[in-house]
C-alpha cells in the first residue's frame, strides 16, 4: 500500500499558522492524554526515571510535559516543521529536551538498549502494512533489556459511517491511493507486539463511536 509519511509536514504547517496547539486545535486532547498517562502510571509498571523516546512526538506537547516529571526525554518525528515547533515549546517552559528529525521506522540516530521507556504517542496507527514490522523490530532494538514500551493506538472494529476512507478489506484509511490510518483488530495488534519479541504486561480497550483505542504495557524481556 501507498503512503505519504512526509504529508505530516503540510498537515503541520497549517495548524501551526491556523493558532492549533499541535495536531489538536487546543490543549484539551493534550490534557486528556497527560490525565490517562497518569492514570498508566498508577499502575506501577512504567518506569519512574530514566530516558524515554515519544515516537510522533508532534509538537512536543507531551514530550515536554513528560521531561517536566523528571524523564531524561527525547523526542523523534518525521516533519521538521513540528521538530522546530517543538523546541519552541521546550524553550518556552525551560526544560531540555533532545527532538530531532527522523523517521519511527529506522531510529536509527538512537544506539542499541539506549532508552528505559518507548511511548507510542498515538503513532502508531499511523504506520502502515509491513512497516509496522520494521517499526517494532526498531523499538525493540533501542530498549534496553527489561525496558518498557507503552503502546496508545486507534484500532477496530470501526464504524464505516463516522470514518472517512475507510476500507474493510484493509483496515485502512485511504484517500487518493494513500493509506493514512490503520484500524487493525485488538488481536491483531497485540499479536503485533508479542512477534516482535515483547511481553505484554496489561491492556485495555476503550470503545469509542466511530472506533476504539487500545493501550497495550510491554517490556523488552531481560
Known amino acids: 500500500m501507498k503512503t505519504w509519511y512526509v504529508g505530516h509536514d503540510k498537515a503541520y504547517k497549517k495548524r501551526k499558522a491556523d493558532g492549533?496547539?499541535?495536531?489538536?486545535?487546543?490543549a484539551d486532547g493534550y490534557d486528556e492524554a497527560k490525565t490517562k498517562l497518569d492514570m498508566i502510571f498508577g499502575y506501577g509498571r512504567a518506569p519512574k526515571s530514566g530516558r524515554l523516546?515519544?515516537?510522533?512526538?508532534?509538537?512536543?506537547?507531551?514530550?515536554v510535559w513528560l521531561a517536566g516529571k523528571g524523564y531524561d526525554t527525547y523526542g523523534i518525528d518525521i516533519a521538521p516543521t513540528v521538530i522546530a515547533w517543538a523546541r519552541e515549546k521546550a524553550g518556552e517552559q525551560g526544560v531540555n529536551v533532545q527532538f530531532s528529525v527522523g523517521s519511527v521506522l529506522e531510529l536509527n540516530t538512537f544506539?542499541?538498549?539506549?532508552?528505559?521507556?518507548?511511548?507510542?504517542?498515538?503513532?502508531l496507527h499511523?504506520?502502515?502494512?509491513?512497516?509496522?514490522?520494521?517499526?517494532f523490530s526498531s523499538v525493540y532494538?533501542?530498549?534496553?533489556?527489561g525496558g518498557y514500551f507503552l503502546v496508545d493506538t486507534m484500532c477496530g472494529p470501526v464504524n464505516p459511517k463516522l470514518v472517512?476512507?475507510?476500507?474493510?478489506?484493509?483496515?485502512?484509511?485511504?484517500h487518493n491511493g494513500i493509506s493514512?490510518?490503520?484500524?487493525?483488530?485488538?488481536d491483531s495488534i497485540r499479536d503485533e507486539i508479542v512477534e516482535a519479541g515483547f511481553q505484554i504486561l496489561h491492556w485495555e480497550i476503550k470503545k469509542g463511536d466511530s472506533n476504539g483505542c487500545l493501550t497495550?504495557?510491554?517490556v523488552k524481556p531481560e
Open 20 to 26: 492549533y496547539e499541535g495536531w489538536d486545535t487546543s
Open 53 to 63: 523516546l515519544e515516537l510522533g512526538c508532534g509538537a512536543g506537547n507531551v514530550t
Open 111 to 123: 544506539s542499541n538498549d539506549f532508552f528505559d521507556f518507548v511511548l507510542d504517542g498515538h503513532c
Open 126 to 135: 499511523c504506520i502502515i502494512g509491513e512497516d509496522r514490522r520494521q517499526l
Open 141 to 145: 532494538r533501542v530498549l534496553r533489556p
Open 164 to 174: 472517512e476512507n475507510f476500507d474493510p478489506v484493509s483496515g485502512c484509511t485511504i
Open 180 to 186: 493514512s490510518r490503520y484500524y487493525g483488530l485488538p
Open 216 to 218: 497495550v504495557e510491554a
